[in-house]
């Protein structure tokens, strides 16, 4: 299952894909995840890595509401439905998630 963290500050949310990128953490690892897609692309363009995958990467399919294509993201990446669902429950409140599928990450963020 991939790490997953869920941030409100989005300065803090840059510092730790900064740390991921550092540690070596490859971009196409990392994934920023939000309701509102100007947020999640101006935190992906302030982090120092290139190639973070966001909101405004297609899956493919077209959705009649945003929050069944988070749900579906997050499915892609690993995460059981039910969590999938609180999670974007959760983004409906203006929390913002990283998501990485390398196993490397929970020891570099934890808190």
Known sequence: MPFVKIYTNDETLEGDINTLVSNQIASEDIFVLSHDDDRTARIVKHSDASGVDYNKQDIGQAFEKQGDELREKLRELGIEEEDAQEYEADMDEGKVF??????????LLED
């Open 98 to 107: 990283l998501i990485v599928t390398n196993n490397q990450a929970a020891d």
